[in-house]
């Protein structure tokens, strides 16, 4: 018995018109699945196939946390997620991803293992940044990036940086230009 073989569904052989599955997706998974972005985990999943005439259509509700490296600090916390997406499988010759949310698989197997999808539907419900709250960073990580954090004086402003660049293209500008730059320019200046 391989270690994902209790998240096949046999879609051939169902009987009723819908079914419910429940799984849940713990430390183990998530070290099966072997990814080094995630790998730690407790999430609930219910899975919902519902048969209709011509395909099955199953529908994922994701609920759990998942243990993330801060942007931040890089010290793991706790990322809650909650999700619900969407699949529709059909029967075919063989085994294919037609897009994003349909699947053909071939209809003498007429059994689709849905481990991969919602580690996939996991790993997208993550929020692209995630920083520990506000005092709960790694005390060492944040003292040394405040020592390269740029904080504005009171009286210096954006609109005084902004100047300052200015002043900074207008001494490039007076600085003498290799004329192989010139060269380059006339040929953008034709296009």
């Not at 046999?10 to 713990?26: I, N, P, T």
């Not at 996991?122 to 040394?144: D, E, F, T």
Request: aromatic share 8%.
């Amino acid at each position: 018995m391989g270690k994902f073989d209790k998240y096949k569904i046999d879609l051939k052989g169902m009987q009723a018109d819908s079914c419910r599955y429940e799984f849940v997706l713990d430390n183990q998974f998530f070290a099966d699945i072997n990814n080094p972005d995630l790998n730690k985990g407790y999430v609930n999943v219910v899975l919902s196939v519902k048969k209709t005439s011509r395909a099955f259509e199953l529908h994922f509700q994701t609920d759990g946390i998942v243990w993330v490296p801060c942007d931040r600090c890089l010290d793991e916390m706790e990322q809650p997620i909650t999700s619900e997406d969407e699949l529709v499988v059909k029967f075919g010759a063989e085994y294919a991803e037609e897009n994003d949310n349909l699947i053909i698989i071939p209809e003498d197997e007429g059994i689709i293992n849905v481990a991969w999808f919602m580690y996939e539907f996991v790993v997208l419900a993550i929020p692209m940044k995630h920083v520990h709250a506000p005092g709960k960073c790694n005390k060492l990580m944040s003292r040394a990036l405040n020592k390269h954090l740029r904080v504005l004086s009171d009286d210096e402003s954006d609109s005084d940086i902004s100047e300052n660049a200015d002043d900074m293209l207008e001494v490039k500008e007076d600085t003498p230009i290799d004329p192989r730059w010139n060269e380059l320019k006339k040929i953008l200046d034709n296009n």
